[in-house]
T-cell receptor, first 113, second 116 residues
């Protein structure tokens, strides 16, 4: 049981480049989330999804896009990378109705130069 | 809106010292409360949880009690070890009066360093 898998683990982008952060879970969780973690700032919610075909904005969605074509996958797209998007990105998932907290991936460290 | 406030770090303790990390919250409805731990270079792991007032969550020697009257969920451990060095996050999911659970909201995290 792999849990939540994120790829890549590290990436350096140049300003204006685009990339997709991959996230997949094998627990059949219907809810999935993308957070970014900046030093000393905790985690901020970027986007979330309550099921395949349904996505919604979180607290800091600007500069990002998501899609949810399957239950398992929830990729995060950066279209025009900016230095302000340098951060560590975490994907997470949970079951609706489960009050056990979220399962997190191990993160993607992104640097935009 | 819902929010979590936890004590500023870093916190540096000697091995076997007593640990308290304060956490208070603001929430409507009936939130569930969590402590997550992040070890260096890793993602977040659920440490413990409490889903209603007066519940005590516990795991690996850590404890926290859901205090509705003081809107607090302080993390405690009687004797810390070097291996407890990590960043600790207090978090909540709001729950409205209809029972729907909201998204996870985090405090800023408290870095704990334990010296031998």
């Amino acid at each position: 049981n792999a849990g939540v898998t994120q790829t890549p683990k590290f990436r350096i982008l140049k300003i204006g480049q685009s990339m997709t952060l991959q996230c997949t879970q094998d627990m059949n969780h219907n809810y999935m989330y993308w957070y970014r973690q900046d030093p000393g700032m905790g985690l901020k919610l970027i986007y979330y999804s309550v099921g395949a075909g349904i996505t919604d904005k979180g607290e800091v969605p600007n500069g990002y896009n998501v899609s949810r074509s399957t239950t398992e996958d929830f990729p995060l797209r950066l279209e025009l990378a900016a230095p302000s998007q340098t951060s560590v990105y975490f994907c997470a998932s949970r079951l609706q109705g489960e009050d056990y907290g979220y399962t997190f991936g191990s993160g993607t460290r992104l640097t935009v130069v | 809106g819902n929010s979590v406030t936890q004590m500023e770090g870093p916190v540096t303790l000697s091995e076997e010292a007593f640990l308290t990390i304060n956490c208070t919250y603001t929430a409507t409805g009936y939130p569930s409360l969590f402590w997550y731990v992040q070890y260096p270079g890793e993602g977040l792991q659920l440490l413990l949880k409490a889903t209603k007032a007066d519940d005590k969550g516990s795991n690996k020697g850590f404890e926290a009690t859901y205090r509705k009257e003081t809107t607090s969920f302080h993390l405690e451990k009687g004797s810390v070890q070097v291996s407890d060095s990590a960043v600790y996050f207090c978090a909540l999911t709001g729950r409205d009066y209809g029972g729907s659970q909201g998204n996870l909201i985090f405090g800023k995290g408290t870095k704990l360093s334990v010296k031998p």
